[in-house]
């Protein structure tokens, strides 16, 4: 099997106006092992260097980066520079590709008398509202035209990339980081 090797260097600068007191910051800048992607070397390099520093995995396996600053700072500069090694990625089967859409959604619906199988439990934590994306059906109603009955699923998802490539564009300058997803949507 053949692959591909990959250096990356990814930076973010942060120059205050002002000197900052405190701050917390969670850092998703580790790549994430994969059977289809394996990791040779990563470092992370802070500065200034933080008083507290800690990692853990979150419900996903991606591996975060706790750093917290209780003195006072005029930037911060975080580099995370990796090696990773990527293989081609498993294609879903023949059978699978062409599975309807509504058939995967109604595997996903809570059932009592069931066990489910272990990612469709990962799965099943999207069905729920959260803080950051609440479940409305102005969503549903853009995706519709992506999502047509009994449509395979790859398809469908395939379709909506599209439909969202072709519908939306990058601005910069239009939300910031607190914008609702229902403004950014409707803008």
């Known amino acids: ?91 879903p089967s023949a059978a699978a590709a062409k599975v309807p859409w509504e058939t995967v959604r109604d595997s996903l619906r809570y059932r009592a008398d069931r066990k489910f199988p272990a990612d469709h439990l990962q799965a099943t934590a999207f069905r729920f509202v959260s803080t950051n994306v609440p479940i409305d059906s102005q969503y549903a109603a853009y995706a519709r035209e992506a999502f047509l009955p009994g449509r395979a699923l790859v398809e469908a998802a395939d379709a909506l990339m599209r439909m969202i490539h072709r519908d939306f564009s990058f601005d910069a300058t239009a939300t910031e980081t607190f914008t609702p997803v229902e403004q950014a949507f409707k803008a």
């Open 1 to 91: 099997m053949t692959f591909v090797r990959y250096h990356v260097r990814h930076e973010t600068l942060y120059q205050y106006d002002q000197v900052v007191g405190e701050s917390h910051h969670l850092l998703r800048l580790t790549p994430r092992a994969l059977p289809w992607q394996r990791n040779l070397e990563h470092h992370l390099a802070i500065a200034p260097e933080p008083p507290v520093r800690s990692s853990f995995l979150d419900s996903f396996g991606n591996r975060i980066t706790k750093i917290d600053f209780t003195a006072e700072h005029e930037y911060l500069r975080i580099i995370s520079e990796f090696w990773v090694e990527l293989r081609e990625r498993p294609k």
